[in-house]
């Protein structure tokens, strides 16, 4: 296996005041501000404790802190635009003041989008891929980066819609028409990354089969974010619970890293990092 794929996306990704750079594999750490997020619900509702887990996650060497006041589990809540501000602000803006890194935000919600991004966000990242009434605007008006993910329906009801007649064609129509309009409503292709979605809209057998074949989504021409950390497809073939799940977190990552993902986003940061470090120094032995 190796890390050597026909890079066509760009290398060099512009988060507001900062560049993100995407010739090497850069890993994201997770900070939900939710009280019901499948795995770390209600760990990091207050700022003190957000702020104390970002540095713990920068420290252990993560390049982006992704930060969502929605949870997109399956049968979610739906949750208030007020409220998800309520969360996500005081967080975005603490972060930003404290720490050199770029942040990245976890929304569907226009009003999150815009007041994020005058607080120091660096990137987008929507599981609606900008469907939500407003959201296109929005994030066109940030100039910030966006990372478009493939779902159906919404996540309260996205496990309703697993019927697929080819699943990687499907997947890759999906990514491609939202890019498509991302960029004519003036998003720049550059600022475009996408996300496969696993976990969304999709079986055990169905995320199987998209990770085992998302390189072939590089051909779409934007860098690959992968998310599936602790979740339940590892679940399903481990049969382990969601606190159990690092060494099976750990092998898709390092799988994801041979097909090409550019951003990685997980929870356990520090043993992330050492897989990327580790098989960055094999790929790259003379």
């Known amino acids: 296996m190796s890390l050597s794929h026909t890079i066509t996306s760009p290398t060099r990704l512009s988060c507001g005041s900062r560049v993100l750079d995407l010739s090497s594999p850069q890993v994201m750490g997770i900070l939900n501000v939710t009280p019901d997020s499948f795995s770390d619900g209600g760990n990091y509702t207050s700022v003190s404790a957000a702020l104390i887990h970002a540095e713990q996650m920068i420290k252990a060497g993560a390049t982006l802190i992704d930060i969502g006041g929605e949870s997109?589990?399956?049968?979610?809540?739906?949750?208030?635009?007020q409220e998800e501000l309520?969360?996500?602000a005081p967080v975005v803006e603490a972060?930003?003041?404290?720490?050199?890194?770029?942040i990245s935000v976890d929304t569907s919600t226009p009003e999150v989008m815009l007041e994020t991004a005058q607080l120091g966000a660096g990137l987008i990242n929507d599981v609606r891929s900008l469907q939500r009434k407003g959201a296109l605007t929005a994030a066109k008006n940030t100039g910030l980066p966006v990372c478009l993910m493939h779902m159906r329906g919404e996540p309260r009801t996205m496990q309703q819609y697993t019927h697929y007649d080819d699943l990687l064609t499907e997947v890759k129509n999906f990514l491609t028409e939202r890019s498509n309009i991302c960029q004519q409503a003036g998003i720049n292709k550059e600022l475009i990354?996408?996300?496969p979605g696993f976990g969304f809209a999709k079986n055990l057998h169905q995320n199987l089969l998209l990770f085992r074949y998302m390189d072939e989504l590089l051909s779409l021409g934007y860098p690959l974010l992968v998310g599936v950390s602790r979740k339940s497809m590892i679940g399903g073939i481990l049969n382990k619970d969601v606190a159990d799940r690092l060494y099976g977190s750990l092998a898709l990552a390092a799988l994801a890293l041979t097909k090409g993902a550019s951003i990685l986003r997980v929870?356990?940061?520090?043993?992330?990092?050492?897989i990327v470090k580790m098989i960055k120094a094999i790929e790259s032995a003379e």
């Open 267 to 274: 929870h356990d940061v520090a043993a992330t990092v050492d």
């Open 95 to 102: 972060i930003a003041k404290r720490f050199d890194i770029i």
């Open 72 to 81: 997109t589990r399956p049968n979610a809540a739906v949750v208030s635009v």
């Open 193 to 195: 990354l996408i996300d």
């Open 86 to 88: 309520d969360r996500v």
